[in-house]
């Protein structure tokens, strides 16, 4: 009897030790554990957004491809892991990191694989817009000439582009350069100033594009320098742009500038004087503004003939001088 009590405690123990072993063998046999650690598994791929639409040809868009998984955590970004593709890369390209790009107009279905979990989004490119695209740039004048040492020239880059407003000024936007710094130096505003090391020569000036337009465009022009001469009644030149049409006065007169004078207009005017300008919008044109170098004074045009603040502004003669003014189609 002594022995039978003292199993007692045994058998219990053999009991507990296997029921732990029978848990384990069942952990070790089944799919979703291992050695007692939860495995995790994706169940589906989600993208963001679902959808979208794109308006602009060239417009992008940067998608998202999230996991969803059966155990915490239970999402996680698998945007540089999965398989991009474009069901209509004519409409939509992607790249491999989800960057989605407009090509023409329809609607195209954005894939992102991953094992065979796959998760979409759907593109609509409408294509209403069309890039602001530079196209060309106009230099005006087209040449100067000089017969003063030092003299200074004003040159303007007018920008041309795709859509409205088609034409702008870029003059303290674009890179300013001289061919020939012997000849004449530029600075970043367009002024150009005669050096004459050499007796008499040509120079090219060429406005180079701003690097936010993307691809260079370039506008020429030449100057002319000398070194004889004095100029005591300095010039100014009135250059009209844009496809829509104006007047440009001055006071003192001198200049009554009508758009459609290719040649410009032009007036000479008492050195270090004052001369105003005011632009005048035809009926059907809005006025897109004077060239930076002519700071504006006043408010004198109404908001409908408009889209800048002033159409008039002022000028101080201490050398030649050149202003460009824009006019716009209006509503």
Known sequence: MPRTRSSFPSIICLFFLALLLATALLGCGGSEHRFG???????????????????TTGQTLQLIATGNYDLNPYSQDLTSSVQWASSLPSVATVGPGGLVTAVAAGTSTITANLSGYVG???????????PHTLTSITVIPSDQKTNVIGETAQYIAIGNYTTSPTTEDLTNQVTWVSSDVRIATINASGLATAIGSVDTGVTTITAISPPSSGVAVTGTATMTVSSTGQNQLPSLTVYEFGQATGNVVSSPGGI??????????????????????????ANGSKFGGFSANCIPVADSCTAKESNVSSCTCQLPMTDNATVGAIFNPGP
């Open 37 to 55: 650690n939860p495995e995790r598994n994706l169940i589906s791929i989600s993208v963001t957004p679902s959808t979208q639409t794109l308006n």
């Open 256 to 281: 009554n500038c009508i758009s459609g004078n290719d040649a410009g207009c032009t007036g000479h005017f008492v050195l270090n004087s004052t001369v105003t300008l005011t632009a005048a919008p």
């Open 120 to 130: 979409t989004s759907t593109i609509t490119v409408n294509a209403l817009g069309q």
